[in-house]
């Protein structure tokens, strides 16, 4: 199977304009969809990263948005069905598979990891997102995959380790490069560097085998 890594912009979308607005980031997965006349219809599941107001005002608006069917939200977990624009249907086909999550970030961009058993399929989706949203192929290989993240894409995490993991977030700590350490965040956080390191490393522990792998 080959495998495409892509970074696009999520500025002028649904969802990415809200999370910028609101300073939230977060993981999604495409259950299903179907066609519907001038529209995609998507079901949705995955996780809400950021302060609890600003989710909450997230759902507020949600709920008023015509092109949100249904959204719940139940901590960090979140699961709806929204309508996208049929030119989205060079990602919503039978070709792509999903391979992981989505990551949409509080700056307005998205990561997507999608699949295809050829490689047409997946140059015309960065294509597309090349010509339309500024999209930029990371990698694309031919490989064969392990897993696919969908059982389960919210794995539980303490209160504390959620705090750690999305000050990381936030500070670049996952950006290439780099732009933070883990002593500049446990800084941040008033925790001493051994408490900070714990708390980050039992999130990624559950969060990195369904994200990032």
């Known amino acids: 199977m080959f ?14 304009n809200k999370l910028a607005k609101y300073n939230l980031n977060m993981f999604g ?12 219809i998507v079901h949705i599941t995955g996780t809400l990263i950021g302060n609890e107001k600003n989710k909450k005002k997230l759902l507020k608006e949600f709920k008023k948005e015509r092109r949100v069917i249904n959204f719940e939200l139940n901590g960090d977990f979140f699961v709806g069905t929204i309508k996208e624009p049929l030119f989205t249907k060079i990602i919503y086909n039978k070709n792509i598979i999903h391979v992981t999550p989505a990551y949409l970030s509080e700056k307005g961009e998205e990561f997507i990891t999608i699949g295809c058993f050829k490689r047409e399929p997946l140059m015309k989706v960065f294509r597309s997102l090349k010509k339309f949203k500024n999209g930029e192929l990371l990698s694309i290989n031919e490989k064969k995959i392990k897993s696919i ?20 977030i936030k500070n670049g700590y996952y950006s290439v490069p780099r732009k933070t350490s883990v002593k500049k965040l446990a800084k941040i956080s008033n925790l001493c560097f051994s408490t900070f390191q ?16």
Do not use: C, M
Request: charged share 30%; aromatic share 16%; no cysteine.
């Open 149 to 168: 993240s969908i059982i389960k894409v919210h794995p539980d995490l303490t209160e504390k380790q959620k705090k750690a993991f999305n000050l990381a």
């Open 3 to 16: 495998i495409a890594k892509i970074k696009f912009s999520a500025k002028n979308t649904l969802i990415g």
């Open 198 to 213: 714990v708390h980050l490393r039992k999130a990624e522990e559950k969060l990195i085998p369904y994200f990032f792998e």
């Open 29 to 40: 997965f495409p259950l299903s969809f179907y066609y519907e006349k001038d529209w995609i």
